[in-house]
């Protein structure tokens, strides 16, 4: 999918992802190191946002809104809610504050109600803490979660056999829509004689952490 391929590119670009040793809060040595909050200027932001935006067209997910889980997903609902409403999908959006509000509108939450179907905007699903905080939250508002919207799916398994995006699909019955996915990720590698010394590191430890699809 093109849309993958040129997120993967400015991903690389960027230095959102690099290459090398890196550990992972699992203790894992993965080869590859994922960090969205390195978009950090107006142009790669807007394309990120871009690429959400596709992903939520393309996948074809019903949602009547958007919610984003402080403190990643605030950026990315307000910038995915302008892209698509450039591409004529006008969304209300939602984020929540950490802290409750004693003063002015007061709260946790800020922009339109919750109501209808949500999808939540989150940059990866890792333990999965911060999807059930939302769902709770849009639950809690008499809403219903739609589904999720990451940038990368690592595609590798948690404590168990399955992998956290996995784990969400399964816990809450909605689909988890990935802008790419470590599949994607090595078909890139395959394909770029500059970042090919990196493929059978990533192809290994996929083989080594990978979940079973068929799952």
């Known amino acids: 999918m093109d849309s993958s391929r040129d997120f993967i590119a400015l991903a690389c670009d960027k230095g959102v992802l690099r290459f090398g040793s890196f550990v992972t809060k699992a203790g894992r040595t993965s080869p590859y190191?994922?960090?969205?909050?390195?978009?950090?200027?107006?142009?790669s932001f807007r394309a990120l946002c871009g690429f959400y935006a596709d992903a939520i067209r393309t996948s074809g997910v019903p949602c009547d809104m958007l919610f984003g889980p402080a403190y990643k997903g605030i950026p990315l609902v307000a910038g995915v809610s302008m892209r698509l409403a450039e591409a004529g999908v006008n969304l209300p959006f939602a984020f929540n504050r950490k802290e409750a509000k004693d003063h002015g509108e007061g709260g946790t939450l800020i922009g339109a109600p919750l109501s209808g179907r949500?999808?939540?905007l989150d940059d990866v699903i890792s333990a999965g803490t911060s999807v059930r905080e939302s769902v709770d939250i849009i639950?809690?508002?008499?809403?219903?979660?739609?589904?999720?919207?990451?940038?990368?799916?690592?595609m590798e398994r948690g404590a168990g056999?399955?992998?956290?995006?996995?784990?969400?699909?399964?816990?809450?019955?909605?689909?988890?829509?990935a802008v790419a996915t470590l599949e994607d990720l090595i078909?890139?590698?395959?394909?770029?004689?500059?970042?090919?010394a990196n493929l059978e590191a990533v192809r290994a430890y996929r083989e080594r952490?990978?979940?079973?699809?068929?799952?």
């Open 187 to 196: 078909g890139y590698l395959a394909g770029h004689a500059e970042l090919v």
């Open 118 to 120: 949500v999808l939540i």
């Open 33 to 43: 190191f994922f960090n969205a909050g390195l978009f950090d200027d107006g142009a």
């Open 139 to 154: 639950r809690a508002n008499g809403a219903e979660p739609a589904g999720v919207v990451i940038a990368l799916d690592r």
């Open 209 to 215: 952490y990978g979940v079973d699809l068929a799952a």
């Open 161 to 177: 056999d399955k992998s956290a995006v996995q784990e969400v699909r399964e816990q809450f019955g909605i689909p988890v829509i």
